[in-house]
């Protein structure tokens, strides 16, 4: 089986859908007669189909309509596609995985009544993007390699599991700090995803911006990941991928042992 | 009863007098008109704290002024625990931070009062954070137990609150995550205080704004508050 590598190339995102075998084991025992026991190792090629979704350039990929036109497509696609084994991750070049709605934007507009407008309407793009992406028939990945703020933060945290670079990078809700209210389905969100309540608070009411290692502490679901400098995830070309990935290396690439494992474990979805 | 003075751009107050500071009809209007104070001289950037004088900060509903009877339709702890739910609301939709500065024992319906604060500092040397219905046998009203419920974070430390009745010291509620920092002694409780209120003063945060976030972030709850209003068997 060919790994095979479809980029889509759509305005400021690239969605590549990856897939190839790996290579998985696991033993059953079976006692032939009374004293003595066969093990059986199994070995079985599973396909496994990577989605990895990047913001790209290096800006701070705020999220505009047209951005959000194109993430929607990216992830419908996605899940047509989506098979047994299928996993997203969602990840950003530079030094931002997303600082949220695109405000310049909306202040360009003509008169207060027009920027008004301009906010709510990016407001309700985003909503169903973060339908979509709780509703996806696959384990979704948030590997933020930046800073993620406001509608950004609700971005990565619309995912299943959230890595983060221990490193750099802050997962922060400015609303506060800017004189913003949220919607409520930012509030309804943070309520699912934040255990704890005066993790709670500190996230919204008091806007703090939490590194890996507090997100950790303060139960925001997040693994660490080892410092994930640059861009390291690399295609090892055709043929079987084995696991673990060897020279797994970086957020991204956590991102895909993850995935591994999810498949390994046996994590599987009806779409 | 209760005084409230500004220092700067902090509002304090006090629950003055060293009794037992039962949150008694008397005692609530004087909460109550303090908070209304607060809310029309609250400019730009300021914040409350809530502290007592002496042993407690406050033990609860005045059980003894509603004499004995079934709580659940004796009409003077239903007048207490409606009074008490409105500063409650007051509190939730206050256009500032509000900091609970905790120099002694809060139970039952005290405890209530000061979980409502976005921020509780308490003393470490002395004084219980305590929710003693299961104690005393009496039931806790479903709006208190949503408050409880909004404040107090992972499954088990809610269970230890309402379910086991736990005397949380200042160290045992920081480790639960209803205490933001622990204090020697009263004076240095109230300056602890002082100092996260200054420190939230810096971030320049426009009150109304904060209202509102913190009225979205406790939406669930402001609507377990009114329900009891229309609930025909009212309970407190």
């Known amino acids: 089986m060919d790994p095979h590598t479809q980029p889509i190339p759509m305005l400021h995102l690239i969605v590549e ?33 990577r989605n990895i979704l990047t913001l790209t350039g290096d800006d701070d990929h705020r999220l505009n309509p047209r951005l959000m036109d194109s993430l929607r497509s990216a992830l419908q696609q996605v899940k047509e ?95 506060l700090d800017i004189g913003m209210k949220f919607p409520d389905y930012f509030t309804a969100l943070v309520r699912s995803k934040v255990g704890s309540a005066a993790a709670r608070r500190d996230v919204m009411l008091r806007a703090k911006k939490v590194t890996a290692s507090e997100a950790r502490v303060r139960n925001v679901r997040t693994r660490l990941s080892p410092s994930g400098k640059g861009w390291p995830y690399q295609d090892s070309g055709p043929g079987v991928d084995s696991y673990p990935c060897p020279r797994a290396q970086g957020t991204v690439a956590s991102g895909e042992r993850q995935v591994y494992e999810l498949i390994l474990g046996g994590i599987a979805f009806d779409s | 009863m209760c005084s409230l003075e500004k220092r700067g751009n902090l509002f304090i107050l006090t629950l003055t007098g060293s009794d037992e500071h039962r949150l008694n009809p008397t005692l609530l209007d004087a909460i109550k008109s303090a908070l209304h104070r607060v809310r029309s001289e609250a400019t730009a950037s300021s914040a409350l704290i809530t502290t007592a004088h002496g042993k407690f900060f406050s033990n609860g509903l005045d059980l003894d002024w509603a004499k004995s009877g079934d709580p659940e339709i004796n009409p003077r702890i239903q007048l207490m625990g409606f009074k008490l739910r409105s500063i409650v609301k007051d509190l939730i939709s206050l256009p500032l931070p509000t900091i609970a ?30 929710m003693s219905e299961l104690d005393v046998d009496l039931p806790i009203p479903p709006w208190a137990t949503a408050v409880i ?88």
């Open chain 2, 101 to 130: 500065a905790v120099t002694g024992h809060a139970s039952a319906a005290g405890m209530i009062f000061v979980v409502s604060h976005d921020y509780v500092v308490m003393r470490r040397d002395r004084g219980f954070l305590y």
């Open chain 2, 149 to 236: 419920r909004a404040k107090v974070g992972p499954a088990a430390a809610l269970r230890d609150v309402l379910l086991r009745s736990e005397k949380l010291t200042a160290a045992e509620a920081a480790k639960l995550g209803i205490v933001e920092s622990a204090h020697d002694g009263a004076e240095e409780t109230v300056r602890a205080a002082v100092r996260l209120g200054e420190e939230l003063l810096r971030r320049k945060w426009d009150g109304h704004v904060y209202g509102q976030i913190r009225m979205e972030m406790f939406s669930d709850l402001l609507r377990a508050l009114d329900f009891s209003e229309n609930h025909v068997a009212s309970r407190l």
């Open chain 1, 81 to 175: 596609q989506s098979t047994r084994s299928s996993a997203l991750i969602t990840t950003a070049r530079g030094k931002f995985f997303s600082n949220g709605f695109d405000l310049a934007w909306a202040q360009s507009a003509g008169s207060a009544a027009a920027v008004e407008d301009r906010l709510l309407h990016m407001v309700d793009l985003f909503k169903p993007e973060v339908a979509d992406l709780i509703s996806l028939p696959m384990p979704t990945i948030a590997a933020v390699t930046g800073h993620a703020a406001a509608a950004g933060m609700m971005l990565a945290m619309s995912h299943d599991y959230v890595l983060m670079r221990s490193d750099k990078g802050v997962l922060y809700m400015s609303e």
């Open chain 1, 17 to 49: 859908c990856i897939w190839g075998a790996i290579l998985g084991t696991h033993s059953t025992s079976q006692k032939q007669s009374s004293n003595q026991r066969n093990t059986h190792h199994n070995v079985h090629v599973r396909e496994a189909r």
